[in-house]
């Protein structure tokens, strides 16, 4: 009776600690066909890690009770969740956004628990950023992208790849990685391409213009592959494969970026941005682009547009001051 006892007091332990729930709250994910999702608690979790190991060992020990592995929900508490603010944003470097992205998933998980009656401390979070703040300018003006597509990488092919899929993003409307990645040789029929966008599961149709079918001529996939590019080229592992040539293409994009002089680091993401703002640029009603990149509503769009250059806004207000 003692070892059945002691066996149950061991598993409700367990039950309680942090480390336990996101590992069950990962693998629901996963099973439920949710990988994506999945790999954001996991990243969540990681960095939480850290910063218990890092705290631990930053405080001679002092706090190595709230290892990665023991803490429990009873520990989290707004001094901890502070400090972990602070660790993000001084030690880590990261922005605004990426801190929130990480506390709002943690949250997720504390208040999880409190609903499944694990007893945890009240408003934890209460004196944290877990908004969503403006994001900083992505787009770069159209005149960088027609020096993108001149620029001469003879002998760099990583370098010339990297700018052709940040290109094919732009020529399909601002298409996200995942969704070019994925895309078939059966979604390109009679001059259309058609797909579902993986995020939203909307369906889309582009016509097929030459700048894209230059890009497959360029960079065709194996001829007994599914896929319409060559980012998934094997079976197994897609997304694995997906993710490597997602983080390639943005470290070789970061390099044409530093060459280009742009004031921000270019990403595979930033054609989306560019082509939303350059439809803007030749007054196509935000409604119509919304449409173009497949938002939900128009809300999602004028974020994308919000960064628009001060320069046309400057430009737009004196056009209206000289109706005085």
Not at 96 to 119: I, K, P, W
Not at 204 to 212: A, D, K, Q, V
Not at 284 to 294: Q, R, T, W
Request: glycine letters at 4%.
């Amino acid at each position: 009776m003692e070892k059945i006892n002691a066996k149950t007091q061991r598993t409700q332990q367990e039950n309680h600690r942090v480390a336990h729930f996101f590992e069950l709250r990962i693998n629901e994910l996963k099973k439920s066909g949710h990988p994506r999702t999945a790999e954001i608690y996991l990243s969540s979790y990681r960095s939480f890690a850290r910063f218990l190991t890092e705290s631990a060992a930053t405080d001679n020990g002092k706090t190595q009770s709230l290892s990665p592995s023991d803490i429990d929900f009873s520990q989290i508490d707004a001094h901890l969740i502070k400090c972990y603010e602070q660790y993000l944003l001084q030690q880590r470097k990261l922005c605004m956004n990426t801190v929130s992205f990480y506390l709002r998933t943690l949250r997720a998980v504390c208040n999880a628990a409190t609903e499944s009656g694990l007893d945890g401390c009240p408003r934890p979070f209460r004196h944290v950023y877990t908004g969503i703040a403006p994001t900083e300018k992505r787009a770069i003006p159209i005149h960088a992208i027609r020096q993108l597509k001149t620029l001469d990488f003879h002998g760099k092919p990583s370098h010339e790849r990297a700018r052709d899929f940040f290109l094919f993003s732009f020529y399909t409307r601002g298409m996200p990685f995942v969704d070019m990645a994925y895309l078939k040789k059966s979604n390109l029929r009679n001059n259309i391409l058609q797909y579902k966008r993986k995020k939203t599961g909307q369906a889309l149709s582009i016509g097929w213009e030459e700048c894209m079918q230059d890009i497959l001529d360029k960079h065709p996939a194996s001829p007994d592959s599914p896929y319409l590019l060559p980012i998934i080229q094997e079976k197994g592992n897609e997304r694995k494969q997906y993710r490597n040539t997602l983080f390639l293409t943005n470290f070789y994009l970061k390099l044409i970026g530093q060459a280009l002089n742009l004031p921000f680091p270019l990403t595979t993401y930033c054609a989306r941005h560019s082509w939303a703002t350059a439809a803007r640029n030749q007054n196509i009603p935000v409604s119509i682009i919304s449409e173009c990149l497949g938002h939900d509503s128009e809300k999602t769009t004028r974020i994308y547009l919000a960064s628009l250059d001060t320069a046309i806004v400057d430009e737009a207000n004196r056009k209206v001051l000289e109706l005085l």
